[in-house]
């Protein structure tokens, strides 16, 4: 599949899946991704195409989801429970978990990109831990602001109620509904692409209750809107203008708040990354990387 086999490394007291691309010599780049997807969201012929042009690339398993190590509630989380009860973990420490990999790794200054959650984790990383950045990317984010980058109505109770999968097709068949409703309207829509990563995410690992556990962490999220003038990292934020999920206002929430940064909007883009944009992507992310190189 272009990657390296699965390895581990044991960081902040879990043990973390993780797969890379590239050179280890080149500088390296790590990829944060987002609620209830596997590293496999970052996919393999994107990350091969970013280290074609010079990276390391490393993505990871976040913990809860696919071959990183899973963390059970002491009670399960149900759906009320995550509007009610004190998360099993945070979004900080998500980030401690990153920051862990990054060290264990020797992987440092790195060029971190984040998506969605993995943004979340991405900008507490950068506050909490700024001495492992070189760059940081912010992709269909938002600051944690009750107020910018609200879903839209029907998308967040699909978000919060989930899909219960009891198959292998009833999983991919799932992925498929829901990109359908969150990707992008000026695309054309990648089914193949949708179902490869859903099938393989279901082989390596399903757990829904890890799915509600960091949905538990995205919701009892801080709002960081007062805090990101402290992010000193050269920042780019990348967003879809058609985002349901996210809406733009949390990307140039990020933007504005953030010294520097640069918002980039897409036409057409909404809560996926259309094959289509990889070629502009990649190079507004080599641009951005030659900052500190």
């Known amino acids: 599949m272009g990657s390296d086999d699965v390895k581990y490394v044991n960081a902040n007291g879990i043990r973390i899946a993780y797969e890379t691309f590239g050179a280890p010599s080149d500088p390296p780049v790590v990829l944060v991704t987002g609620l209830a997807v596997q590293m496999l969201a970052w996919p393999d012929e994107l990350c091969a195409d970013l280290a074609a042009r010079g990276f390391h690339v490393v993505r990871a398993d976040n913990r809860d989801i696919g071959l990183s190590t899973h963390i059970p509630a002491a009670n399960p989380l149900s759906t ?3 509007l009610r009860r004190r998360p099993p973990y945070t979004i900080a420490d998500m980030a401690a978990d990153t920051a862990g990999l990054i060290k264990a790794l020797e992987l440092r200054p790195v060029h971190l990109i984040g998506v969605s959650m993995g943004g979340f984790i991405s900008q507490t990383l950068a506050l909490n831990h700024p001495e492992v950045l070189g760059t940081l ?6 600051p944690g602001s009750p107020r910018v980058g609200l879903p839209r109505p029907e998308v967040a109770w699909r978000m ?3 899909i219960p999968a009891i198959d292998r097709e009833a999983a991919i068949d799932a992925a498929i509904e829901t990109f359908q409703r969150i990707g992008s309207p000026g695309y054309p829509f990648d089914e193949k692409l949708i179902r490869d990563i859903a099938g393989r995410s279901y082989d390596r690992d399903y757990d829904a209750s890890g799915r509600r556990r960091q949905l538990a962490a995205v919701i009892a999220q801080p709002d960081r809107t007062k805090r990101l ?3 000193t990292a050269p920042t780019l934020v990348l967003h879809g203008l058609d985002d349901p999920v996210i809406a733009p206002s949390g990307g140039l929430a990020l933007a504005r708040g953030i010294k520097g940064a640069r918002f980039v909007g897409f036409s057409g883009m909404g809560h996926d990354l259309p ?3 990889w070629p502009t992507v990649l190079d507004e992310l080599v641009a951005h990387f030659s900052q500190v190189e």
Do not use: E, F, K, Q
């Open 80 to 82: 009320l429970g995550l």
């Open 137 to 142: 990317t912010l992709l269909m984010t938002s």
């Open 275 to 277: 094959r289509a944009l």
């Open 229 to 231: 003038g402290a992010i």
């Open 160 to 162: 919060l109620r989930g």
